[in-house]
């Protein structure tokens, strides 16, 4: 069993991290407080070949593979969590078009979502329906040739400021089965958006409700099937929580980086922090954790990549695990930071808020482990 990295994927590892030093890190407290990300990162990010990472080549993407996706997004989040995960959203919605769209929808729309021309959010979560994703209420009425929409979408990273929603609807009875998939584009009569949220965490990403009254697409924005757009978002979400823990493992790995030094520098009682035993052996709990949080995450990257039967599983118990791990670390690393850590201009303070709500998105990690016992359950037969 090979743990190491190929030369391939160290390069793109190296290319993400020098990217997010470079572009993103000296920029993240002003994006932070401006509320935003500025359009023009996005250019950037997509002359790497970021924009469409499991899109296939065919269509302007990457093609590259869930594992090396992890990579990327852990590099990234070492300058700034948020806009990390706010590109990893993106990127799951071009891998739900690459995979279940039909050959017009993708021709019409990958492209421009690769080169980041046109940026993507992912609608599921309502205000009435979080955990319970398939009580989800928004409904879209099929008339000849088009969908008429009517409902709320909840908690929307680009409320108002992508340029395109994949949103999952109501097209048939209640429960799963009667939910789809359709893109609906920025400009469309009957979409609107409420006031920016304001949030403890992930300020530089605009977060809204997404509305919809009468809104009226084209039959030809359906992705998929009628009837499959739940499968549709929950096969998303088995690599969005990947994602996500990526973000979290950079983020924490960048918080301790950071203390490392800070306890090199800064003196007590004679001597700098890091020559008390005591303050020793809690560096070494934390690296065993981000260590061993690593390990498993790949592992199961690892298994979405190569389709087996336990993938699902074990990208629940990743994210449960690395998310958790990953905010112990950094709430840790403040603490070791003293007043210091709780000052913005140390940086700490910022990844232990950004880092806290991984821990409840794509999934809260209560229905992680709901998702892990049912497996456990299955498989006991």
Not at 326 to 332: R, S, W
Not at 345 to 372: A, C, P, S, W
Request: with cysteine; proline share 3%.
């Amino acid at each position: 069993m090979d743990f190491a990295l190929s030369e391939e994927q160290q390069a793109i590892f190296d290319m993400a991290y020098a990217f997010g030093q470079d572009e993103i890190a000296p920029h993240a407290r002003a994006w932070e407080e401006a509320g935003t990300i500025p359009r023009d990162l996005w250019p950037k990010v997509a002359a790497l070949g970021l924009g469409g990472i499991y899109v296939s080549e065919e269509h302007g993407g990457s093609g590259l593979s869930r594992l090396d996706a992890t990579l990327v997004f852990e590099a990234l989040a070492m300058a700034c969590p948020a806009v990390s995960a706010f590109l990893s959203i993106h990127n799951m919605c071009g891998g739900m078009i690459d995979k279940f769209g039909a050959p017009d929808l993708k021709a019409r729309y990958l492209p421009k979502l690769c080169s980041m021309e046109s940026v993507f959010s992912y609608c599921l979560t309502e205000p009435g329906s979080g955990s319970d994703a398939a009580a989800l209420r928004t409904r879209a009425e099929e008339t000849p040739g088009q969908f008429t929409l009517n409902g709320t979408k909840a908690f929307i990273s680009g409320g108002g400021y992508s340029d395109a929603y994949i949103t999952m609807v109501r097209t048939g009875d209640a429960g799963p089965k009667g939910i789809s998939t359709v893109i609906v584009e920025a400009g469309t009569p009957g979409l609107s958006f409420g006031a920016q949220e304001h949030k403890m965490g992930w300020r530089a990403q605009p977060t809204a409700q997404v509305q919809f009254d009468d809104c009226v697409i084209g039959a030809e924005n359906l992705l998929g099937e009628l009837g499959k757009g739940f499968s549709y978002a929950m096969a998303g979400l088995d690599g969005g929580r990947l994602n996500i823990a990526a973000c979290a493992l950079g983020g924490a790995q960048a918080a301790l980086e950071a203390t490392l030094s800070y306890m090199g520098e800064r003196k007590a009682f004679g001597q700098s922090l890091d020559q008390f035993q005591a303050l020793q052996f809690r560096l070494a709990e934390m690296e065993v954790k981000l260590q061993s949080a690593r390990i498993f995450l790949r592992q199961a990257a690892w298994k979405l990549d190569n389709r087996t039967p336990d993938a699902t599983k074990f990208c629940a118990m990743a994210k449960l695990y690395v998310t958790d791990a990953a905010f112990e670390v950094a709430n840790q690393c403040l603490q070791l930071h003293g007043g210091y850590g709780y000052l913005a201009d140390y940086g700490i303070e910022k990844i232990v808020r950004d880092l806290r709500v991984h821990q409840i998105l794509e999934g809260t990690n209560e229905i992680m482990r709901l998702i892990i016992s049912r497996s456990l359950l299955a498989e006991r037969g």
